[in-house]
């Protein structure tokens, strides 16, 4: 099967065809509920790995751990601006560039994905779904994730450019709680779906919001917060089991 066209967020234009066409959308946060890891951790790893001379970072580029990439002591919301903040003085194709060959990597892994989640993914696009990433996460580490697994639109925090194609360091808004709820309640406002007839699937308390907006919603892991929920709504729970690409985990019905 060829993967389509993967658009970035829902805006002004019009959304993609298939999306147009749906009678159903499914929306999956990405870490941890499709990729078994936090992909914004993750890439800075393999970044920095990458920042000799003539490497992916910038002049004057401090590279560090990648526990350093988030601050401690903010909400998720500042932690988010924090860590686009260290990409600021990177031309955006050499992040777009990066994001690729990390994909190609990590994709490899035996443990890279949530075989629950990503079964759910398939199952949905094999049924003629209309499926939406909605993640903190950036563009230039979705998009090959979004092609890989054929996800129509991937609705992320969108980093800002200078007009020489240079990122600022800023963001537009981090796609972050209340902020996913929000990007699929416009999103779905230009399509013929209705969110009743919608699905959703999160691993975190900061998922809840875009649970809620959908009909369908499922939790995928054991955090407390949405087990509760799960429990008192009657929503589906998936395991968050790890396993490689080319596992296909028995999806919820």
């Known amino acids: 099967m060829t993967a389509p066209a993967v658009e970035r967020t829902a805006g002004p234009h019009s959304p993609p065809e298939r999306l147009a066409r749906a009678g159903h959308i499914a929306f999956f946060d990405v870490d941890e509920t499709v990729l078994a890891a936090k992909s914004m951790l993750d890439f800075w790893s393999y970044w920095t790995l990458e920042s000799e001379p003539g490497g992916?970072?910038?002049d004057g580029g401090h590279p560090g751990p990648a526990a350093r990439a988030l601050p401690a002591g903010a909400d998720r919301a500042e932690r988010n601006r924090a860590y686009y903040r260290r990409f600021a003085g990177v031309p955006l194709a050499r992040?777009?560039?990066a994001g690729e060959q990390w994909y190609a990597a990590y994709r490899r892994n035996r443990a890279a994905f949530v075989t629950a989640g990503l079964a759910?993914?398939?199952r949905h696009r094999d049924a003629g779904h209309?499926?939406?990433?909605v993640s903190g996460s950036t563009h230039a580490l979705l998009a090959p994730l979004a092609r890989d697994v054929g996800a129509d639109l991937v609705l992320c925090t969108e980093q800002i450019t200078g007009p020489d194609g240079v990122l600022t360091g800023e963001v537009h808004h981090p796609m972050?709680?209340?902020a996913k709820a929000r990007a699929v309640t416009a999103l779905l406002?230009?399509?013929p779906a209705a969110a009743e007839d919608c699905f959703g699937y999160g691993?975190?308390?900061s998922d809840l919001a875009m649970l809620r907006a959908v009909g369908r919603p499922a939790v995928v892991g054991g955090d407390p917060a949405l087990l509760a929920q799960a429990r008192r709504h009657g929503w589906p729970v998936l395991p968050a089991t790890a396993g490689p690409r080319t596992a296909r985990a028995a999806a919820v019905g």
């Not at 209309?130 to 990433?133: C, E, T």
């Open 56 to 58: 992916f970072l910038s």
């Open 130 to 133: 209309g499926v939406v990433l």
């Open 203 to 205: 691993d975190h308390t």
């Open 95 to 97: 992040l777009q560039r």
């Open 176 to 178: 972050i709680g209340e």
């Open 120 to 122: 759910a993914l398939d």
């Open 189 to 191: 406002a230009q399509l």
